[in-house]
């Protein structure tokens, strides 16, 4: 599965329909930023323009915390910036952290760039590939590497003209892991997505951090409008709101510690994730997917190991209590350890 949320597959293979799953294949957020239905007229009416994309980007700015010196480009969803940061930074291999989201290295590798890809933090501290790339959190394992460090290691490339990307998708709900802040001029790509934490993936959002020199070549890249009108309205709403972003981080946590107790209570072993997903680790982590799925359950599992399984928040109670019962079936059916 290189994607989790689209539960076309999980209806061809199990039937229902969309109101019949819970759908726990992704980590966004279950509890959506409340869109007003009063969008003015011209968003909808006007092709976007320069205002209400002034208005998107002093937001993000501020609940980012992006340094001065770096320019900011929204696109219509982190995806697209992934697809074009290959043609924009210097040519050679780029080393990938993993395991990780798998599009970045199928991005690299189909603008025909070799990927390298890394296992341990050592080796990527100690790459010298030109372009280095890391999430963080990193999904699937919500592995952090400190701001402190990344910094170190960002100046250090530097000197040497070399770049670090890092894909900060999953950093809305740990503001404190973030390198934005921490950074002046260094040859960084910082990568953030809108979708995940405010529950809207289907408004296509996200945005680049970069030199400005990178920042403009990736708006030339994008071309006029890239950014719908709608979305400019309901993400410069969404990311001004820092009331909302603070309640929203405490109630994901909340419902996090409430899911993993549900794991653990049910035998599972936890080895990592964020306030949005958690990962474990399980030898039936393929049979407990299918006997999920039968249940109208829909989670991730990966091909890079078959032992391990992802699972989003539930978003309520009612949902939490579904997954409970299944895990209870399945650790007293009779192929369960």
């Known amino acids: 599965m290189i994607h989790g949320g689209d539960l076309a597959q999980a209806m061809a293979l199990y039937g229902g329909t969309l109101a019949d799953w819970l759908d726990l294949s992704t980590g966004i957020n279950p509890h959506a930023y409340p869109v007003s239905a009063e969008l003015s007229p011209a968003a909808w009416q006007r092709l976007p323009g320069e205002a209400p994309l002034f208005e998107l980007l002093t937001a993000a700015r501020r609940a980012y915390r992006c340094p001065d010196a770096f320019g900011l480009t929204a696109a219509p969803g982190t995806q697209a910036l992934i697809a074009q940061l290959p043609y924009l930074l210097p040519d050679g291999p780029i080393a990938i952290l993993g395991p990780t989201y798998s599009s970045h290295k199928a991005s690299w590798s189909r603008a025909g760039r070799t990927v390298l890809e890394l296992s341990y933090w050592e080796d990527a501290r100690n790459s010298e590939c030109p372009v280095l790339l890391l999430v963080n959190p990193n999904n699937p394992d919500g592995r952090v590497v400190s701001p402190d460090e990344l910094l170190a290691l960002a100046r250090a490339r530097s000197a040497k003209g070399q770049w670090l ?173």
């Open 165 to 337: 990307i890092v894909d900060e998708a999953f950093a809305d709900v740990d503001p404190d892991c973030s390198l934005l802040p921490h950074l002046s001029d260094e040859n960084v790509a910082a990568l953030r997505s809108f979708g995940k934490f405010y529950g809207l993936a289907g408004l296509r959002l996200g945005f680049l951090a970069a030199p400005q020199t990178l920042s403009n070549a990736m708006a030339d890249r994008l071309d006029s409008w890239a950014v719908s009108g709608p979305a400019l309205e309901i993400g410069a709403a969404a990311l001004a709101d820092l009331t909302w972003q603070d309640a929203m981080r405490d109630q994901l946590a909340r419902e996090m510690a409430e899911l993993e107790t549900v794991l653990t209570g049910c035998g599972l072993q936890l080895v990592g994730g964020t306030s949005l997903y958690v990962l474990i680790r399980n030898r039936e982590a393929a049979r407990l997917h299918g006997f999920l799925a039968a249940r109208r359950i829909w989670t991730r599992i990966f091909d890079f190991d078959p032992d391990l399984m992802r699972l989003g928040l539930p978003g309520s109670e009612h949902g939490l209590l579904l997954l409970k019962n299944a895990l209870k079936s399945f650790a007293q059916a009779p192929h369960a350890d």
